[in-house]
Antibody, heavy 121, light 110 residues
């Protein structure tokens, strides 16, 4: 059974760096083809894909946010970490992590429950 | 990369069928058979409903179906039920090896 859960601060100040952790179970990020991505959703707005990391440390970033994002993995801890620098109130959103199951698989089949991050002074 | 274009809202009566469109470009929807659809109820995480244009994951009702023509993908829900009322999002893999989502469609069951 695959599960994912996001954790991190609920409130950050403008200009600060956000660090979110996705802790998962039921799969290993050392398995060929597997990936974990991050997607966010501002209140009342659409989903936005942010980043994804594969088992082989291949990393992909949204072009519009690439300069602010870093995604890393800790295979031994079953965790993926997303950092976003220079936070702004427009970055207020629910942040989800999600699983990609294998080679030539380009959909997110399991999602975490999401964590709401508010950016405010 | 620009978000895929979806209608903001659609509605239908119980038992009817509805279709939600998702328009992209030849660099995403039109270029690959990697369109997926997600259902999201208020306050919940998205749920995968369709992958690779027209495939249903195990456990998803066969009332949900997907298709694609050119740069536009479509999600059809037949035999509408009250529980289908939710937001629906399409997503596509792109020529830049990235992902893009649609703007979302709110489905109202009248």
């Amino acid at each position: 059974q695959i599960t994912l859960k996001e954790s991190g601060p609920t409130l950050v100040k403008p200009t600060q760096t956000l660090t979110l952790t996705c802790t998962f179970s039921g799969f290993s990020l050392s398995t060929s083809g597997v990936g974990v991505g991050w997607i966010r959703q501002p209140p009342g707005k659409a989903l936005e894909w942010l980043a994804l990391i594969y088992w082989n440390d291949d990393k992909r970033y949204s072009p519009s946010l690439k300069s602010r994002l870093t995604i890393t993995k800790d295979t031994s801890k079953n965790q993926v970490v997303l950092t976003m620098t220079n936070m702004d109130p427009v970055d207020t959103a629910t942040y989800y992590c999600a699983h990609v199951t294998g080679f030539r698989v380009y959909y997110f089949d399991y999602w975490g429950q999401g964590t709401l991050v508010t950016v405010s002074s | 990369q620009s978000a895929l274009t979806q209608p903001a809202s659609v509605s239908g009566s119980p038992g009817q069928s509805i279709t939600i469109s998702c328009t992209g470009t030849s660099s995403d929807v039109g270029g690959y058979n990697y369109v997926s659809w997600y259902q999201q109820h208020p306050g919940k995480a998205p749920k995968l409903m369709i992958y690779d244009v027209s495939n249903r994951p195990s456990g998803v009702s066969n009332r949900f179906s997907g298709s694609k023509s050119g740069n536009t993908a479509s999600l059809t829900i037949s035999g509408l039920q009250a529980e289908d009322e939710a937001d629906y999002y399409c997503s596509s893999y792109t020529s830049s090896s990235l992902w893009v989502f649609g703007g979302g469609t709110k489905l109202t069951v009248l």
